[in-house]
C-alpha cells in the first residue's frame, strides 16, 4: 500500500552472503512491476471478450498460421467436429480431415497467402451425420508491420439451403 492508498505489486530479489557459516550481508533488490501486471490483466481481458463473442456466433471460426496449424477455434467448431480446443490448437487439417478435404482445404488457405486479399469459397466438410456444404470466408490477419502472419476463416453451413435449391431445382424439372 501507498501513502496514497494505491496498491503496487513489486517483484522483489533477495541475496544473502555467508562466509565460513558467517552471515556477511544481505542484498534486496525491488522491482515495481504495477505496469506490466495492469497490461497483463488488460490483455488477458480483451482475450476473453474476443473469445466470448466467437464461441457465441453459429458460425464456424478459426485461425490459423502460415503453416496451417490452428491458433484459436470457437465453440461451434467443437461442437460441430466433435473436437475440443486443446485436441485442435497446434494441429494442421491434415491431423483432423481425410486427406482430400484437407488438401482443398489447405489449398484454399496458400491462395488466402499469396493474394493477401478475402476470398471465399463452398467447402464441404465431414461431419457425423455426413458431409456438409460450408460457406467459407477466408482472410489474412497482418501484424503490425504489414506482414501477413496468419488467417481467419468464418464458414457457415449452408447443406440445407443447397439441397433445398437442389430440390427446387428437379421440381422445376418435373
Known sequence: CCKDGSIRHVLVDSNVSW??????????FTRDVTESIQVE??????????????????????????????????????????????????????????????????????????????LEWEEVAPQEDGLHTYLSLKFPLFDSSGSVYGMCGISTDITDRKQTEEDLRQSEQK
Open 19 to 28: 562466509r565460513n557459516g558467517e552471515f556477511l550481508h544481505t542484498r534486496c
Open 41 to 118: 490483466t488488460l490483455r488477458r481481458e480483451s482475450e476473453e471478450r474476443l473469445q466470448a463473442i466467437l464461441d457465441n456466433a453459429q458460425a464456424v471460426i478459426y485461425l490459423k498460421d502460415k503453416q496451417g496449424r490452428y491458433l484459436l477455434i470457437n465453440r461451434r467448431y467443437e461442437e460441430v467436429f466433435n473436437l475440443d480446443r486443446d485436441q485442435v490448437k497446434g494441429k494442421t487439417d491434415r491431423d483432423i480431415f481425410p486427406q482430400e478435404i484437407a488438401d482443398l482445404f489447405q489449398a484454399n488457405d496458400r491462395q488466402v497467402f499469396e493474394t493477401e486479399e478475402p
